[in-house]
């Protein structure tokens, strides 16, 4: 590679600087003069086909985002290990005061899947990791049906653990912070939003809010409750 013939990728970089940010220029630099602020925390798998700009139109100082492998949050722990996700929320909700949190998993996540089937051997911190969903996992051949009841019932997991971090409960309990699970189908190109109410997750389409919480306990509709909180 020559200077004369640059990759792909810093053609990209600079056709950021040179298309982009000259349009925006004011508003990236508002957001340096006035600091950010946030209302979203937005926690979501890391897969590459979810781009939570595009979903929710959001745009730069709209977001602050925690991305991992199946959009998991860990169980509160104060043992001072180095819990990134952990951190995240804290950040969010302590110091930006963020006003809702959102929790989005999506159609065919690769995290499901290798929870049902089994990580490498090699893959030790993954392995580890994929045990945060196996509450929701069914005792069934994971066939899309039940990958798809899978997403969604991680996704309701992830906001019980939330309901535990001791600064997400204060808030959520004074009024000031919401919670939201959503379930984005990408072959459809829709979000189905978790109404608590109905105890299911409903399009966006259909729905009347962009999801609700804290929540009542998530009954599926064989009856199970995967929920008691
Ligand atoms: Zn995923």
Not at 86 to 114: P, Y
Not at 149 to 154: D, M, N
Request: charged share 20%.
């Amino acid at each position: 590679m020559t200077h004369a013939d640059p990759d792909k990728l810093l053609l990209r970089l600079r056709d950021f600087h040179s298309d982009y940010f000259p349009l925006h220029q004011q508003r990236f630099q508002d957001l340096v003069a006035q600091g950010q602020h946030p209302k979203t925390l937005f926690i979501g798998c890391s897969d590459s086909r979810l781009v939570p700009y595009l979903l929710t139109g959001a745009g730069p100082g709209e977001l602050f985002l925690v991305r991992n492998v199946g959009a998991f949050v860990p169980p509160y722990d104060q043992s001072h290990g180095l819990h990134g996700t952990m951190a995240a929320i804290e950040f969010a909700v302590l110091s930006l005061k963020v006003e809702r949190i959102i929790v989005c998993g999506h159609s065919h996540c690769g995290a499901i899947r290798t929870a049902y089937e089994g990580a490498p051997d090699e893959a030790v911190a993954l392995k580890a990791w994929l045990k945060l969903v196996d509450e929701a996992l069914l005792p069934v051949r994971p066939s899309p049906e039940a990958m798809r009841r899978t997403e969604q019932r991680a996704v309701v997991l992830q906001l019980e653990r939330l309901m535990d971090y001791p600064m997400v409960r204060r808030s959520v309990e004074a009024g000031h912070l919401s919670l939201h699970g959503w379930h984005y189908v990408i072959e459809d190109g829709e979000v189905h939003v978790f109404d608590a109410e109905r105890g299911a997750f409903v399009p966006a389409s259909q729905s009347s809010h962009s999801g609700t919480g804290p929540y009542q306990p998530y009954v599926e509709h064989d009856g199970q409750i995967i929920s008691d909180v």
